[in-house]
């Protein structure tokens, strides 16, 4: 089991920036991915980015460029950098861990609220 805690939401306005962290506790597996999705009100939940534990990273296509995933192995965690926010970047980002090449196991944070609103 893996439990995962976000931190970083709030309120900012457009052209700001806002950092996500998510930390991962619990027994962590060899290889996995941990990410970041977001649910508007309304919408389904979509991908924002993610990062393997080697490394490797995607985006989605609207957040290229502006946004940064990285990791800190040593804590287990993940840190989203949001860069030139917009309002349409305003939703609730859950973290989220999945185990590779292994028995399925996913598990998703409770969620932060990030708007961008002037």
């Known amino acids: 089991q893996v439990q995962l805690v976000e931190s970083g939401g709030g309120l900012v306005q457009p052209g700001e920036s806002l950092r996500l962290s998510c930390a991962a506790s619990?027994?962590?597996?060899?290889?996995?991915?941990m990410g970041w999705y977001r649910q508007a009100p309304g919408r389904q939940r979509d991908l924002v980015a993610t990062?393997?534990?080697?490394?490797?990273?995607n985006y989605a296509n609207s957040v290229t460029g502006r946004f940064t995933i990285s990791r800190d192995s040593a804590k287990n965690m993940v840190i989203l950098q949001m860069n030139s926010l917009t309002p349409e970047d305003t939703a609730v980002y859950y973290c989220?861990?999945?185990?590779?090449?292994?028995?399925?196991?996913?598990?998703w944070g409770q969620g932060t609220q990030v708007t961008v609103s002037s």
């Open positions: 990062i393997t534990n080697t490394g490797g990273t």
């Open positions: 619990g027994t962590i597996d060899r290889f996995y991915v």
């Open positions: 989220n861990y999945r185990r590779l090449f292994s028995t399925s196991y996913t598990n």
